[in-house]
């Protein structure tokens, strides 16, 4: 190892300069993406994609009707785009344009698309990374995810994890310039409020299983605001935060309102959690109060037999699926939830390129397309697996080289340990990760980085610490490192405990 | 006076390029009607099948109707031993074991039945019916976990003669989804 590492810091010296490497690096991603994108041209939508654009085509349409000066057909558009309520429009929105332009946009276009919209959402994340945390942060994401194959091959998916972990990582920024703003005294201002606030809803709106992080994220920046100003700042932070609210609510509640009209029940943002604890957790041959029609898949069955109950007693089908799940879930023991709970740590974890056998042409993809998804499925592993041990590393170590890098290790740790709720209360799948892949990627560079300041190859920065006040920040932030560290470590014992037991 | 931070001539040349950008988008907006419409292909809603027992395609015997919140779970023929009989598996809502017995009972009393016989271990009662030689018989039992707050409350059997499709050409009456006559190797749908 340390040979193997020797070696590496050997060729980091010989990099040019991290703005030029960054450049080059956006070059290889776009290589990356051009010779992906033939192993996706003919490949339909699979799955949960043809619910995100069904609603781009749905909203297309209304738009096209509203442009018109004509009523939007409100069936199609409840079909499609609220559909049973289990996804979050976003896609949709970002697909729309496209539908709107080329109704009959096909595979090649969509996909095409999609490439372009996330590949200006990379440059945008990588610029602002380089702005807030300097140009050996932005390499660092333009490797890992932006080189890592198949992350690059979801680029192309109308699924909206890999959007919403770039515009977590915007957010994540921002908040990091609060934050600075905090040390000097100075209250977040307007901007940042408005900024966080878009964000946020942007996030949430791509991928609803972010709203843990998001709500997270909210109450620890208001707290420490609060914590660290005095007298009219604190009020200031206050404002900043309420305005921060009031955009995240408003921008929100269109949807939950439109959502919770069609399904007949309060709906906030999606309505899939009960169906998704009932059959991860649950027992399946219940989650119907006995067993659901023979005829369907999974997430079906249970919602025709909820519409049925809803239908024969005049309530929602939201509320008959969460009877359903509370019904399913009655004897579930807690070595049960846990050893499913692995389950999904290891669909969510490690199987990062399962999806190239999901997403293929129709009839195949022919000798030289299935060698191409070969390459792209080892040479992700070849990256991601030593990457996610670092991360595993991560979750249990400490950054104390400085304030910023504690900082950045708080930040990273709460949304990495955000996002890893997921797997707690959901079946988890291959694609899961590309929303906590940009963490991933800082996660093991601040590992690498704590090791190489460590056995003394990179210089030592400045600890940041000026002030007295900065000498209590850190304290504190030490202490809540501490505190993460210690409960990432406890939930990892708890869960191999489930797995040897 | 500070420096504005966008040299004039450059905030000009973003203006101009902003003004272009909405135009674009304005026209292609009142121009989109022209493109043609998008066809979503509806799959993640698709349309709920009636009711097992509203379509009349395997009506109860003298046309009995069930006045019951209830879903049928699966319908079909078994062999019993006075020969082939169609039994019916469903459950009912929003009412306890007793009045829901008591509900299926007057259906078909209602149409001329008359109870025979009535049994109760405790979990399941059951009662049977005659109209002639016509025989019915319900059984019915609470479900274990549920209560006056569920929706859904308990399981129900009706053993019923063999009854034909009232419309065997209906495509409806021959969609499992809504007769809930399962064919043992249904391939997954929606």
């Known amino acids: 190892m340390s040979a193997l590492e020797t070696r590496l810091v050997a060729l980091a010296r010989r990099l040019p300069p991290p703005p030029v490497l960054l450049g080059w690096l956006v070059v290889a991603h776009v290589v990356m993406k051009v010779l992906l994108f033939p192993l996706v ?16 085509m749905a909203l297309s349409n209304a738009i096209r009707d509203l442009a018109a000066f004509t009523a939007p057909d409100r069936a199609e558009l409840d079909r499609n785009l609220v559909a049973s309520g289990w996804f979050m429009p976003g896609m949709s929105i970002v ?16 996909r095409g698309y999609l490439g372009l919209v996330t590949l200006v959402l990379h440059v945008v994340v990588l610029r602002a990374v380089a702005r807030t945390l300097g140009h050996r942060w932005a390499v660092v994401l333009a490797v890992f995810p932006g080189l890592v194959p198949m992350w690059v091959f979801f680029t192309y998916g109308a699924w909206g994890d890999l959007a919403a972990g770039l515009v977590l990582v915007l957010l994540v920024l921002r908040l990091v310039e609060v934050f600075r703003a905090l040390r000097r005294d100075a209250a977040p201002t307007w901007r940042d409020g408005t900024a966080i606030g878009l964000l946020s809803v942007a996030a949430l709106y791509l991928r ?86 023979p005829d369907s898949t999974l997430w079906f069955r249970p919602l025709r037999y909820a519409r049925e109950v809803g239908r024969a007693t005049g309530t929602s089908e939201v509320e008959v699926l969460q009877q359903m799940s509370d019904h399913a879930l009655r004897d ?46 080892g040479t992700t592993w070849l990256v991601y697996f030593p990457t996610l041990l670092l991360v595993a590393a991560f979750l249990v170590r400490v950054a104390r080289r400085s304030l910023e890098a504690r900082l950045l290790d708080v930040l990273a740790k709460l949304c990495l340990g955000a996002l890893l709720v997921q797997p707690f209360v959901h079946v988890a799948g291959g694609r899961y990760w590309t929303t906590a892949a940009p963490f991933f990627g800082i996660a093991a560079a601040i590992v690498l980085r704590e090791r190489m300041i460590g056995t003394g190859r990179a210089p030592a920065p400045a600890d940041g610490v000026a002030t007295a006040r900065d000498a209590a920040v850190v304290r504190w932030l030490g202490r809540f490192q501490g505190l993460l560290a210690v409960a990432s470590a406890a939930v990892a014992v708890v869960l191999l405990a489930a797995v040897v037991i | ?98 009045e829901a017995m008591a509900r299926m009972v007057e259906a078909f009393t209602s149409v001329g039945f008359a109870e025979q016989s009535r049994e109760d271990d405790g979990d399941t009662l059951s009662v049977s019916l005659a109209d002639g030689a016509t025989t019915v ?17 308990g399981e129900f059997v009706l053993d019923l003669p063999v009854v034909a499709p009232a419309r065997p050409d209906d495509p409806l009456c021959s969609d499992p989804k809504s007769t809930k006559r399962w064919d043992p190797d249904q391939e997954p749908t929606r």
């Open chain 1, 41 to 56: 041209t003919s490949s339909p939508p699979h799955g949960d994609e043809q619910a995100y654009l069904n609603g781009g």
């Open chain 1, 95 to 110: 697909t729309a344009p496209l539908y709107l332009v080329l109704p009959d946009a096909g595979p090649a276009l969509v």
């Open chain 1, 208 to 293: 609803s299983s972010t709203v843990i992080l998001l709500a997270g994220l909210g109450v620890l920046t208001l707290l420490t605001a609060l914590l660290l100003l005095r007298g009219r700042d604190r009020w200031r932070a206050v404002g900043a935060s309420a305005l921060a609210g009031v955009l995240f609510v408003a921008l929100l509640a269109p949807w939950s309102a439109y959502a919770s009209s069609v399904l007949g029940a309060r709906v906030i943002t999606t309505t899939t959690v009960p169906t998704v604890k009932a059959n991860t957790f649950g027992d399946r041959e219940q989650v119907c109060f006995g067993e659901c029609d």
């Open chain 1, 332 to 377: 579930v023991t807690v070595g049960g939830y846990l050893d499913q709970v692995d389950h999904n740590l290891v669909a969510y974890a490690l199987q990062p390129a399962v999806f190239v056998d999901h997403v293929v042409p129709e009839d195949g993809r022919g000798p030289v397309g299935t060698v191409w998804g070969w390459v792209v499925m």
């Open chain 2, 1 to 98: 006076m500070p420096t504005p931070a966008v040299a004039p001539r450059q905030r000009r040349a973003r203006v101009a390029v902003g003004v272009l950008v909405a135009l674009a988008v304005v026209a292609v907006l009142l121009l989109s009607h022209r493109f043609g419409r998008a066809e979503p292909t509806d799959n993640y809603r698709p349309p709920l099948p009636p009711d097992a027992l509203a379509t009349g395609c395997y009506p109860l015997p003298g046309g009995a109707e069930l006045d019951l919140a209830h879903q049928v779970r699966h319908d079909g023929d078994v062999d019993g031993p006075e020969g082939p009989r169609r039994e019916l598996r469903g459950q009912y809502d929003l009412v306890g074991r007793d």
């Open chain 2, 137 to 153: 018989r319900i059984s019915a039992a609470d479900l274990p976990g549920t209560d006056a707050e569920t929706l859904v409350r």
